[in-house]
């Protein structure tokens, strides 16, 4: 049930239509797993925050550099050398004391990722690596977590919400990671928190039924041109991830 706090925090949310008391008690009682606090991964986590999440998990190895500075918003000048995921998860605890925040100073790896999707209820991918990403979308099937995966490039970006076992996965779209992708590539901190933004709303969608998420879709931007398009997916019947079960 929500508290009288609850009540006034969230009084903005709450008068949506399809959403309410029981899409903010939904909310209050669901973690999401969000790796990495990056670019993407920073404002959807404070967003995810904003809107009454009970609990984040934050998943990001090694220190603030001063070459995030231009996109990692829960960080700041004075953490440099420090643990990105701790500081990421002070952020939040200032901006909102009332959900529980844990600081995972591990990127996803075979070693954790089965330990930390069975720990949340959707799964956030904000990871500039395909390993990565695939990973978490392969354990997020498994475990019939939801998962959105977002990611960017340049001015561009895009985002996938996934119901496990019934809509298109990343590894119906890339079943491995593609040959020659490299960790840094050229981003303006807009395009990506933008990007985060879409991800979140998707997120909320598949865990409140607010309105139907994007599923089988890819949700794409271009801040060139502010053009947003939408391609429709169909599921890969041999998906490694999510081979859809055989008929009875």
């Known amino acids: 049930m929500l508290t009288p706090t609850d009540k006034s925090i969230?009084?903005?949310?709450?008068?949506?239509?399809?959403?309410?008391?029981?899409?903010?008690?939904?909310?209050?009682?669901?973690?999401?797993?969000?790796?990495?606090?990056?670019?993407?991964?920073?404002?959807?986590a404070q967003s995810l925050a904003a809107a009454g999440f009970g609990k984040i998990i934050l998943a990001h190895a090694g220190n603030l550099r001063e070459d995030d500075l231009n996109r990692q918003?829960?960080?700041?000048?004075?953490?440099?050398?420090?643990?990105?995921?701790?500081?990421?998860?002070?952020?939040?605890?200032?901006f909102n004391p009332h959900i529980e925040t844990l600081a995972i100073e591990s990127n996803i790896t075979e070693t954790n990722v089965k330990d930390l999707?069975?720990?949340?209820?959707?799964?956030?991918s904000c990871a500039p690596l395909f390993e990565e990403r695939l990973l978490m979308n392969r354990e997020a099937m498994e475990q019939k977590k939801y998962f959105i995966d977002s990611a960017m490039f340049n001015?561009?970006?895009?985002?996938?919400?996934?119901?496990?076992?019934?809509s298109t996965c990343l590894a119906c779209l890339t079943p491995?990671?593609?040959?020659?992708?490299?960790?840094?590539f050229p981003v303006i901190g807009a395009t990506s928190a933008l990007i985060a933004q879409i991800g979140v709303l998707e997120g909320i969608k598949l865990l409140t039924n607010l309105a139907?998420?994007?599923?089988d879709r890819l949700i794409h931007y271009s801040a060139l041109t502010t053009e947003l398009r939408k391609f429709k997916l169909?599921?890969?019947?041999?998906?490694?991830?999510?081979?859809?079960?055989?008929?009875e």
């Open 10 to 44: 969230y009084a903005w949310q709450l008068p949506i239509p399809n959403f309410g008391e029981r899409g903010q008690e939904i909310l209050r009682n669901s973690t999401a797993l969000v790796s990495r606090v990056g670019g993407l991964g920073g404002p959807l």
């Open 73 to 94: 918003i829960l960080m700041h000048h004075n953490g440099l050398g420090k643990s990105r995921a701790q500081q990421a998860a002070d952020t939040i605890t200032r």
């Open 117 to 124: 999707v069975a720990q949340a209820d959707i799964v956030f």
């Open 155 to 166: 001015m561009e970006g895009q985002v996938l919400a996934v119901d496990p076992q019934k």
């Open 176 to 184: 491995e990671p593609p040959t020659g992708w490299k960790r840094q």
């Open 212 to 215: 139907p998420a994007q599923t």
């Open 234 to 247: 169909t599921r890969n019947p041999h998906c490694p991830h999510c081979k859809p079960p055989k008929a």
